[in-house]
């Protein structure tokens, strides 16, 4: 007996220990890789070494879950090559969707939105020294609805509205006369019409987070073509314009940006990570 | 005219004709559109062939004032004519330029031009284009389809079969033993791609060979030859002049048939995925006739090199091996002056076009000047040298370390990624001199003076992560939000139909209640509970007329006695019957006005009432009565 009970002792002190390995090993390499790159990207940065740090905070970007204060970093790299003259192409692009990144993340980083506003008033400046219009396209009514709520809200709602419309219904059914029985006329209308209203938002909203992303623009401007490659006419689309990106054909995407739609080719958009 | 003379004459002609087709180049231009709107984008296009060797590069468009041109792009042509085992192969470019006019007007486009053997020879062609204001309306650029330009002997040269024709496979080379088929997949002559490997990773090499099958004997010429579209590749050419490459045979269905390599080219896959080649297609002289032949399309599956230890700076396509160079003069130069960086890359595989330079805030790197000699390298890899010269501007005095040059790039022999490298090593900024001074000075002072810096106010780094709170919109399945907006009226619904039957049951049961059957039961219980035999006379006599009203519907106590029995014998009840119960209602009748001692159990009136009300109940169905 005091055999069983010294060997059982043994087995639990292994199992024990060896738990606690797994988790001491395990902790440093998941949290490592990503420490470093963020670390080296932030020294590199601070020391002006905006190239290393660019490098390092996009191979965060590429293998690690999104964190609001990485991208932020990134953005200020890409600003930090532009502000020294070694400037290229979209670059500013890619700075705005780092910072749109950050504060999709994030939503109220205010040194993000500041950021983010600097870089679209300089796309802006650069637009209109080149004699092109600033505004390309206005926000669509249909997304600026479905943006308001997210899809469980608008869910809730709608059904939150069919149990009042289906209230005032039991009102009705249980009262002949008097206060409740016009409380009961009134909400039966007023319940359906919301439901109608929400329920279509709520599928709406539902098709654009699963089969939408966002995306930004990182080139200096892109046209729209049909899907066979074809050039729409119309004002080319700006660098750093946030966009909705839809399907894939070949080496084209699907964009909307504003209430204006069409297709560019898949390597002039960054997709932005949210996960 | 003599017919000597003539023949002179035609003999003439016939050899300028052969002068002028012996041209050993053609340069040609082309609008896809002579007439657009403002904002609406046509093609220049210009086409280059050479005949002697050699291919056209370098095309160029001088784009005129109101007119934004972009591209170009360029394709590879080939032509040729074959037949007794020589063979004359055009060679060229086609590149196409997108243009689109700001501004209404004609304009004037200078003939394109590219550079051939070293001379750069321009297209015959002025362009001119009218540019009509915009209307407004979307329209859609005309597509231009390829002219083969190529001009040939008009005659025509079938082949001779060799003696030396193989029979079997045994016969056959290795090479050609790789060639054979065991069915061809058209009569006569057909084109067939083939990749060095199926499966690749975004930049690494596939070479894809075009061949061309044909019996002996069965074509005299090519006509055409369109290339794969190859969307998702860049390709690069390799190998010698097909013209040169010596023809094979090979067995194909147990036939004959000569092979000729048309091309090879080296792709390096773009993306992920499943990527299509596309069709190879040419048209081949036969009689006369043209055959028109499509080859296969080639899938490749491509993927992207492991995230797994990828380094940072990595661009996905840099596949290959390479190494890294640098030279950097001089190694002393004063604050504001420049040295000239020499990064010279060597190595196998589509030579990336960008290095990572040590760029820093105190170091401005200008965009370098390139040079390149890449040419197939043994084993049919594309490889060779591209050299980078940086001019750099040294900012900040003292000892500076310039840092390294840096190629992170995927390996995919050894299935792992390496980071070429080279240091360049320290250079000593000295005080900058005077004129450089001042002229350093004076560009300070205009970069003070220049443009302010827009981002001057954007917050500092981070140097930590802060927690934050992940936005989950998880959403709600649509059928779970269904099931929960009809929930609530659904059940309104039912609780309604619940409501609307218990009203009808609470009603029937009601009716049921005052029925006559049901109160004649009742009376006759109470008779049989009264103790006052005047009482249970009352209550018999009640059950009995309710009984005869259930039965018959008549209203009995409003009939005299004496008439009732009658009454009744006419509404079908049996005589026996009606006879009781008018002998029931007399008795009744007597013992109401002549009241007995009371009593604890049944009186006789209710013993004697009983089978008379319980056989007028159940002559109820007979009769049709009931309430």
Redesign the interface.
Known sequence: MRFFDGMAAALLATLVSLSFAVFAADAPEDMAPAQQNFQKGSDALILGNYEEAIAQFELYADGQPSHPDASYNRGLAYLARVRAGGERDGDLGRASAALEEALLLRPGDRDAAHARALVHGEVARRRSRRGKDVLIARPSLDREIMNLLSERSWAILAIFASFFASFGWLLRLLRKQGAWQLAGVIFVPLGLIAAVAFTPIYFGARTLRLERRPGVLVVPEAHLTDRDGVAQSGEPLPEGAFLELGDRHGRLLHVRYGSVEGWIPSSTVRTLRLR | MSLAFRLCMFALLWLTAGVANAQPYEVSATLSSHQV?V???FRIELSAMVSDGGSPTEPHVNSPSGLRVTGPNIGTRTSMQFGGGQSTVRRGISATW?A?ADKPGSYVIPPPSVVIKGRRVMARETLRVLVMP?TGK????K?GRWSFGGSFSPFDNMFNEPEAAPLTVDDLSAAARRLALSKAPAALAFVRLIPSAKRAVVGEQVTLSYYLYYRPGSVSRMTEQREPSL??FFRRRIGKDPGTVEELWTLVGGQRYQVRLLERVALFP??AGRLHTGKLSVKLLRRRRELARESNDVVLSVREPP?RG?????RLGDVGRYRLKATVEPRTAPAGDVVAVTVRLRGVGNLPQQL???????L??LEPEKKEHIEEQRGGRLGGWRSFGYVVRLRSEGLQDL?EVKLPYYDPRARRYRVAKVALGKVKVTQAVSANASTTAGSAAAASEGPP???V???P??????P?E??R????A?RL?LI??????V??AL??GL?VLAGAFRRRRANINKAPETLAKSALGQAARDRDTADAARSVERAVHLAIESATGLKSRAVLLDELEERLRAMGIDADLAADALKVLRTCERARFEPGEPQAGDHAVVKAARPVVRSLLRALPELGGGS
């Open positions: 709107e904002g609406e984008p997108s689109v915009s979307r329209r859609r650029s597509t969307s998702d773009l993306r995230a990828r380094p940072a700076g990595y990572m330079v040590p760029q820093r805030s105190d401005e790197w840092g810096d827009p981002f106010t954007v917050a780094i981070r140097t930590e992560f802060v934050f992940p936005i919109d998880r959403g709600m649509p939000f929960a907006l009809a929930a609530p009226p059940t309104m609780f309604s409501w």
